[in-house]
């Protein structure tokens, strides 16, 4: 009997491991084999209690408004969402004179334009496709919506596998973080087409120029750096939010509903042992 | 099925109602009272789980519908609307997609279970054979339901898997012409997808209830393998069975809310948060974990077997995998069902789990190099297993003594039959 109680537990040990293992394999598929290894930044929102710090995301607010904005496009952000809770939150005057910055631009309507509202969307820096080609050597500026989540950055075995256990989920910001910081000169033997520049962490050229420097943009206030590493940063952690804006309630509830199954699966685990006290089984 | 009922109705409704539609009678039979050999263990439970989760995905995806558009311009947009804008869609588009993976973490332990308990000899290779048509079914839906989105990797893994039928001579590529709706994956193709990623849920619905019903005939197999002998050996479902399936039930849902809340993208891939590219091919298309297996061995055949192509045989090779668990029960000759009392098989089986294991690795992997020769290898043992060596190890084994009773090997012997008397 003994020996058979050992025996179970090594092959329920053998076969959580199985499980556990199975799960794991889908980080090994970006294997990128070119360019700098990443370096992972600290980001607020990351693991079980990361939350979005408004701060960060108010001046990468700026530096996507003032920078990237004029090149990409956010089509599923609405002015709205920036004083929603769980993101920037600027007030709602705030947003409503930001919003009235901007012009949209409706054929249906009696001039063809109008103010934006915060119910619009926000509006992209070029009319169509092949107005964005035309201004970026050929190539098209991603719409940044999602963008955050439609990048990874690879790692080695086994540091992926851990991720199921931590919750890594930024390897987006991580990536985006990277590439901004990583613009360098080519090497020797690499001729860069016209209207690429060099990127050490791609390994390769890319049709977006160096979009941030020290200092280019100033921001409000004393104490937080001027520094490329900065903006890249504040820019990677809101577009984190533009990607995936309900991350906090979604962690919130998360925490809620973990600690009722915890205690309802304790709860009836005792019930259960005590309907099968008496079996011998 | 009957005769396990105490039902007595009670009242002269409930009774006029028995004599009509023994609905509740039914009910009590199969619900509460059925006997369960009282000595499964906990890799019994995930029967209950499987059930559970497909209630769960069906819900889901009921509300989910209401809000998709399938339409390849809107697609991935009304996704991402369902993930913003739709109260609780996050976590409900969250659980449907994490519920994927967890039906197929729980599916491939209850097939595991059925390997190594040999739960599907006879008197169950109906049961067993209904399990493997409902894989089947879950693959067909869970791939379609992996294009709804329209992201890259929908795109591409549509265009990669709907292009294996195009190797079968003669009628492939009217069959690839059916599935796509036309020559290439495209807006066609999506509405199909939606419409049998609706449909199929049902379809396996009820084959579940089939496998139910063939479970109910013999009841269910158990660790020792021995059949029941006396209502010694059982407990009623009910409260001693379902107090068990529930409780695993929350356990599973410990780990499956872990990834819905705190990483509900992890088991998926970046790549499909790219809106879907007819024009642009990603570097490295890869189908979602459940399938790596599977595709390793589509992937292991490079090489032509005299008239068969390459391709061909791949594709003959990935049918194959699936189609010889149909003759398992054939193929295992051993009359001992439980692989406790089974010393040459065990290596044998935990060797085909560790080789499973290892394709879903390769699966992940670029074809290059020493994972092409692993690849084979695995691909070798994982038919070699079903069609060499459970075949031959059931002749040549000698398995070890087996309890009378399932009383008896929960009991001892001596107090088994003092139990009887
Ligand atoms: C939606 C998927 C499925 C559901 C809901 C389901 C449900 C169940 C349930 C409730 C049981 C009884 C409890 C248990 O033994 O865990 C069972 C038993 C069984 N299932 Fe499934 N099943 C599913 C898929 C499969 C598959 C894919 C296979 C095999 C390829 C399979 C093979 C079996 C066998 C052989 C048994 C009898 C086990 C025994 O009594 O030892 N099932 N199933």
């Known amino acids: 009997m003994v020996m058979n109680k050992s025996r179970n537990v090594f092959k329920s040990l053998v076969l959580a491991a199985v499980m556990g293992l199975t799960g794991g394999l889908t980080g090994l598929a970006q294997a990128k084999v070119v360019g700098l290894e990443a370096e992972l930044q600290k980001w607020s929102f990351a693991g079980v209690f990361g939350t979005y710090d408004v701060n960060q995301l108010q001046?990468?607010?700026?530096?996507?408004?003032?920078?990237?904005?004029?090149?990409?496009?956010?089509?599923?952000?609405?002015?709205?969402?920036?004083?929603?809770?769980?993101?920037?939150?600027?007030?709602?005057?705030?947003?409503?004179?930001?919003?009235?910055?901007?012009?949209?631009?409706?054929?249906?309507?009696?001039?063809?334009?109008?103010?934006?509202?915060?119910?619009?969307?926000?509006?992209?820096?070029?009319?169509?496709?092949?107005?964005?080609?035309?201004?970026?050597?050929?190539?098209?500026?991603?719409?940044?919506?999602?963008?955050?989540?439609?990048?990874?950055?690879?790692?080695k075995f086994p540091y992926w596998a851990f991720n199921y256990f931590t919750g890594y989920q930024e390897g987006g910001p991580d990536y985006i973080y990277n590439l901004l910081v990583n613009y360098g000169e080519p090497p020797a033997d690499v001729e860069l087409p016209d209207g690429q520049a060099w990127n050490n962490y791609l390994g390769r050229g890319l049709a977006m120029a160096p979009p941030l420097g020290d200092g280019f943009i100033s921001y409000d206030g004393e104490g937080v750096p001027e520094t490329l590493e900065?903006?890249?940063?504040?820019?990677?952690?809101?577009?984190?939010?533009?990607?995936?804006?309900?991350?906090?309630?979604?962690?919130?509830?998360?925490f809620r509903v973990l600690t009722f199954l915890f205690l309802l699966a304790g709860m009836m685990y005792l019930v259960k042992r005590k309907i099968w006290a008496n079996v011998k089984h | 099925m009957s005769g396990n009922s105490s039902y007595n109705p009670t009242g002269a409704v409930e009774k006029w109602?028995?004599?009509?539609?023994?609905?509740?009678?039914?009910?009590?039979?199969?619900?509460?009272?059925?006997?369960?050999?009282?000595?499964?263990?906990?890799?019994?439970?995930?029967?209950?789980?499987?059930?559970?989760?497909?209630?769960?995905?069906?819900?889901?995806?009921?509300?989910?519908?209401?809000?998709?558009?399938?339409?390849?311009?809107?697609?991935?947009?009304?996704?991402e609307a369902i993930r913003r804008d739709v109260n609780y869609g996050r976590i409900i588009q969250a659980t449907h997609a994490v519920g994927a993976s967890m039906f197929f973490a729980a599916v491939y332990i209850h097939i595991f279970r059925?390997?190594?308990?040999?739960?599907?000899?006879?008197?169950?290779?109906?049961?067993w054979i209904l399990g493997v048509l409902i894989f089947v079914l879950m693959m067909a839906t869970a791939f379609m339901g992996y294009v709804l989105p329209w992201g890259q990797m929908s795109f591409w893994a549509a265009t990669v898997i709907t292009n294996i039928f195009a190797a079968i001579p003669i009628i492939g590529d009217p069959i690839l012409a059916l599935l796509r709706g036309g020559f290439a994956v495209d807006n066609a193709t999506l509405n199909r997808f939606f419409s049998l990623h609706y449909l199929l849920p049902f379809i396996l619905a009820a084959v579940v209830?089939?496998?139910?019903?063939?479970?109910?005939?013999?009841?269910?197999?158990?660790?020792?393998?021995?059949?029941?002998?006396?209502?010694?050996?059982?407990?009623?479902?009910?409260?001693?069975?379902?107090?068990?399936?529930?409780?695993?039930?929350?356990?599973?849902?410990?780990?499956?809310?872990?990834?819905?809340?705190?990483?509900p993208?992890?088991?998926?891939?970046?790549?499909?948060?790219?809106?879907?590219?007819?024009?642009?091919?990603?570097?490295?298309?890869?189908?979602?974990?459940?399938?790596?297996?599977?595709?390793?061995?589509?992937?292991?055949?490079d090489f032509d077997m005299l008239f068969i192509s390459s391709k061909l045989g791949g594709v003959i090779f990935f049918g194959g995998s699936i189609i010889v668990l149909f003759f398992v029960p054939w193929l295992d000759g051993s009359k001992v069902r439980s692989g406790n009392f089974r010393p040459l098989f065990r290596p044998f089986y935990w060797l085909f789990v560790l080789n499973f294991l290892m394709l879903t690795y390769l699966g992940a992997q670029v074809a290059e190099g020493i994972y092409?020769?692993?690849?084979?290898?695995?691909?070798?043992?994982?038919?070699?297993?079903?069609?060499?060596?459970?075949?031959?190890?059931?002749?040549?084994?000698?398995?070890?003594?087996?309890?009378?009773?399932?009383?008896?090997?929960?009991?001892?012997?001596?107090?088994?039959?003092g139990e009887k008397g």
């Open chain 1, 59 to 155: 001046r990468g607010f700026q530096i996507f408004q003032q920078s990237c904005a004029s090149c990409h496009s956010a089509n599923l952000m609405s002015f709205r969402n920036l004083s929603e809770e769980g993101g920037p939150q600027f007030s709602e005057d705030q947003v409503k004179a930001l919003a009235a910055e901007y012009t949209i631009y409706d054929p249906e309507l009696e001039d063809g334009e109008r103010q934006a509202v915060p119910a619009d969307r926000w509006p992209a820096p070029f009319q169509t496709e092949l107005d964005a080609r035309a201004a970026n050597s050929g190539a098209l500026p991603p719409d940044f919506s999602v963008l955050a989540k439609a990048r990874g950055i690879s790692q």
């Open chain 2, 372 to 417: 092409v020769l692993l690849s084979k290898v695995g691909t070798a043992y994982y038919f070699a297993y079903f069609l060499i060596i459970l075949p031959i190890v059931s002749r040549i084994e000698t398995p070890a003594p087996l309890p009378a009773s399932i009383s008896e090997s929960v009991l001892g012997k001596a107090e088994a039959s």
């Open chain 2, 114 to 127: 059925g390997l190594y308990y040999g739960s599907y000899k006879a008197p169950r290779e109906i049961l």
């Open chain 2, 209 to 263: 209830g089939l496998h139910i019903w063939a479970l109910h005939v013999p009841g269910n197999n158990n660790p020792v393998g021995v059949e029941v002998k006396s209502s010694h050996d059982t407990l009623p479902f009910h409260p001693y069975f379902t107090m068990k399936d529930l409780f695993v039930i929350v356990v599973f849902l410990i780990p499956f809310s872990w990834f819905v809340f705190f990483a």
């Open chain 2, 17 to 79: 109602f028995d004599e009509r539609l023994p609905i509740i009678r039914f009910s009590k039979e199969h619900l509460m009272d059925f006997p369960t050999p009282k000595n499964i263990n906990y890799w019994w439970t995930f029967g209950a789980v499987l059930a559970f989760i497909l209630v769960v995905q069906i819900i889901t995806g009921i509300v989910l519908a209401m809000h998709y558009v399938p339409n390849s311009e809107l697609a991935f947009d009304s996704v």
């Open chain 1, 230 to 254: 900065q903006y890249a940063a504040d820019v990677a952690a809101f577009m984190m939010w533009m990607a995936e804006p309900h991350l906090v309630s979604r962690k919130e509830m998360g």
């Open chain 2, 265 to 301: 993208d992890i088991l998926g891939h970046p790549d499909n948060y790219i809106p879907a590219d007819p024009l642009l091919t990603p570097p490295h298309i890869v189908p979602e974990w459940y399938f790596l297996p599977f595709y390793a061995i589509l992937r292991a055949i």
